[in-house]
T-cell receptor, first 116, second 115 residues
Framework: DTEVTQTPKHLVMGMTNKKSLKCEQH?????MYWYKQKAKKPPELMFV???????INESVPSRFSPECPNSSLLNLHLHALQPEDSALYLC???????????????FGSGTRLTVV | AQSVSQHNHHVILSEAASLELGCNYS??????LFWYVQYPGQHLQLLLK??????LVKGIKGFEAEFIKSKFSFNLRKPSVQWSDTAEYFC?????????????FGTGTRLKVLA
């Protein structure tokens, strides 16, 4: 299995809703990432998990809450989002060698989120 | 602050034309460099990467890139493009330090190849 699987592919939610995005990989990668991509813009890093621990939070608002229950699974919990949070949310994973160097991400196909 | 610049935002070429997309970065230390491609409606895919050694790197689908350290550049090239190369191309840089997993993406170059 050489894929990163993201569900759902599309999500429409109201500003008072609580929803979760899910990301799964079975490649043995020990780093997992959440990126946000607005239309015609590059992906912007939100969170990095390394060995199931949060290692980077790029000053993301608390209405986004990441969770890494195990080495294969990454969730992004959403609560009280704003319309400007509408975007493509990308999950990625990467492997590391003994020097902790990054060998390149494998990206999921993303969840297209619309906040109404 | 670290940044990645892709100067060509939109490129239109005819099939069989040669391609060169520019990528410059600002970071004083050692970096790992990547090019990703995003075909319409699809996810980001790794085209090629550079870590060390030969500065001329060959990737998938006939793409190659050259790392020129003195110019802080990592330009993407393809001798002869095809209609199927129509996509958005992102350059990305990651500081090559232990414990750093962060990518910085360029703004992307949208390539359209005319049949």
């Amino acid at each position: 299995d050489t894929e990163v699987t993201q569900t759902p592919k599309h999500l429409v939610m109201g500003m008072t809703n609580k929803k979760s995005l899910k990301c799964e990989q079975h490649m043995g990668h020990r780093a997992m990432y959440w990126y946000k991509q607005k239309a015609k813009k590059p992906p912007e890093l939100m969170f990095v998990y390394s060995y199931e621990k949060l290692s980077i939070n790029e000053s993301v608002p608390s209405r986004f809450s990441p969770e890494c229950p195990n080495s294969s699974l990454l969730n992004l919990h959403l609560h009280a989002l704003q319309p400007e949070d509408s975007a493509l949310y990308l999950c990625a994973s990467s492997q590391h060698n003994f020097l902790d160097r990054v060998y390149g991400y494998t990206f999921g196909s993303g969840t297209r989120l619309t906040v109404v | 602050a670290q940044s990645v610049s892709q100067h060509n935002h939109h490129v239109i070429l005819s099939e069989a034309a040669s391609l060169e997309l520019g990528c410059n970065y600002s970071y004083g230390g050692t970096v790992n460099l990547f090019w990703y491609v995003q075909y319409p409606g699809q996810h980001l895919q790794l085209l090629l990467k550079y870590f060390s050694g030969d500065p001329l790197v060959k990737g998938i689908k006939g793409f190659e890139a050259e790392f020129i350290k003195s110019k802080f550049s990592f330009n993407l090239r393809k001798p002869s493009v095809q209609w199927s190369d129509t996509a958005e191309y992102f350059c990305a840089v990651s500081p090559a330090t232990s414990g750093t997993y962060k990518y910085i993406f360029g703004t992307g170059t949208r390539l359209k190849v005319l049949a």
